[in-house]
């Protein structure tokens, strides 16, 4: 899969430090799964949190700490806890659109066909994605028609788009399968589905994005994006 | 910058570089091998003793109490006795590696939050990633490389690196913390992020 449009690498250094909201990081995720020059980013990140833990001047362990951590490891094989080296699962990345990314699959499974879509306007569903209870940012799921368009609207905070499948374009430029807009709350942008097929897509914002236009400030409460 | 590797090599030896701290590195992904391929509990014992200290100073550094502190350690030290086995396909150092399990240990606990993105990435072998016979060799080389980096950056960048990845704090709250806009850290962090990648273009 060739993409054209990545995070930016300041959110995949968020990413690798951990400072990522929920929302944020499972988008990246999903986009690592299919994107092996990011995941290369974010590696060359952690590396540099690794140099970092190396550096730190140590902290005092409690007495016996290794004691009791080895007394844990073994009371975890007594009770047939596996300590043995775990076997890697091999993912192959599959292609956006078939199914949906793995990093979804704990929410919502990854079949496109079980998704419930709740119509919000003309040419556009969405299915909201349930996030652990202290999420500071919202995740859902897109579904717009060919030719349709969100309304133009700048943004509260940042928002990460992932296309799943279809492709729309903007005035950024052309988004397709497996491409990511990463964008700060200056932005304004008014996306229009150019592929023949809907296009569906994985949006993570921080804030209720507010419309600009009249019709999208009275979508607003429909949508919720 | 893109620095060659064989810059690194016999009296070309960068000024920078620290021939101790890569011999240290070295010695720890002998020290996992040996974990993981024959449950070595002395060897663990040796990692533990450089690894342990330093995980909890982090923990304490992004505002654990000494007893959770304590406590997520030890798991992450754990979790690296379990997955032991894992880390041959990992392509990083083990310095890197044990970062990653003690992030997510304190996003489990800290946020509540599920970690099973960062879990599902983790934990997977892609199958273009496989690893390649000169894994363990470059791995050396990337590390020194990684090192001499980090410490190398200037001292803006080396802040704003520093409280994302041992303060835990996003760029929102480093821009409030600093004083300076959302923009400023943006384009400090992507600066730090290219100096470190250009210098490892070649061996990740």
Known sequence: ?225 | MFVPISTFHGSGMSPTSDPAASDTAERHLDLIVKISTDQDKDAFAELFQWFGPRVKAMMLKLGANNDLAEDLMQDTMMTVWMKAGQFASWKGSAGAWIFTIARNKRIDRFRRQSTRHYVDVDGMEFADDSPDGEDMVLADERDRIVSNATAGLPEELREIVRLAFVEEKSQTEIASELGIPLGTVKSRTRRAYQKIRDELEDVL
Not at chain 1, 105 to 134: A, C, F, M, T
């Open chain 1, 1 to 225: 899969m060739n993409t054209t449009h990545h995070p930016d690498e300041a959110t995949l250094m968020e990413y690798a430090a951990g400072t990522l909201d929920e929302a944020f990081a499972v988008t990246v995720s999903c986009h690592l799964e299919i994107c092996p020059d990011c995941r290369k980013s974010v590696r060359a990140a952690e590396a540099m949190g690794g140099a970092m833990l190396c550096e730190q001047v140590g902290a005092p362990v409690a007495e016996g700490s290794f004691g009791r951590l080895l007394e844990k490891i073994s009371a975890a094989s007594g009770e047939g806890g596996n300590t043995a080296p775990a076997v890697m699962e091999q993912v192959q990345p599959q292609s956006p659109g078939s199914v949906l990314p793995a990093a979804l699959g704990s929410y919502i499974g990854r079949n496109v066909d079980e998704i419930r879509w709740k119509r919000i306007g003309p040419g556009v569903w969405q299915h909201p994605i349930r996030l652990s209870d202290g999420a500071k940012s919202s995740l859902r799921l897109l579904r717009i028609a060919p030719g349709r368009s969100v309304p133009e609207h700048g943004h509260g905070g940042q928002e990460i788009t992932l296309i799943l499948s279809g492709a729309y374009r903007d005035e950024i430029g052309y988004f397709g399968p497996g491409d990511v807009a990463d964008l700060d709350e200056d932005i304004e942008h008014q996306p229009r589905v150019v592929s023949d097929e809907d296009c569906i897509c994985l949006a993570a914002t921080e804030k209720p994005t507010r419309f600009k236009s009249l019709a999208g400030r009275l979508l607003q409460p429909f949508v919720g994006i």
